[in-house]
């Protein structure tokens, strides 16, 4: 299972939806390389992006929500591993064991 490298949250561009008119070609280029976001009278109110933006950002979200439910399954199996008792008390007997499990020990 591969971890995917930690990023810090980036500003996202912000205009104001009057800038459409004024900015066209400046929020055109931004969007096809990242989330726009356009606000009416002060609200948040829009998202603008190029398809390939959008697609990068949905296999962006997938890949995260699984990464998410993977390191759950691992909490609810270590969890039930310590009910059951099968714990290790210290890192010496948790190396002997895996030692024992590679046929080494």
């Known amino acids: 299972m ?3 490298a930690y990023e ?3 500003a996202t561009p912000i ?3 009057a800038a459409l008119k004024t900015k066209q070609r400046e929020i055109k280029d931004r969007a096809a390389e990242e989330v726009v976001h356009i606000t009416e009278n002060g609200n948040a109110a829009y998202i603008f992006c190029s398809e390939d933006v959008l ?3 949905k296999a962006r979200a997938v890949e995260e929500a699984l ?6 399954e691992v909490l609810e199996r270590g969890e039930a591993d ?3 008792g099968r714990v290790f008390h ?3 007997e948790a190396r002997a064991e895996v ?3 590679l046929g080494r020990g």
């Open 2 to 4: 591969s971890v995917p």
């Open 8 to 10: 810090a949250p980036r």
């Open 15 to 17: 205009y104001s939806f």
């Open 55 to 57: 697609a990068q950002e």
């Open 67 to 72: 990464y998410e439910r993977r390191v759950m």
């Open 82 to 84: 310590f009910a059951a």
């Open 90 to 92: 210290g890192v010496a």
């Open 99 to 101: 030692e024992k499990r």
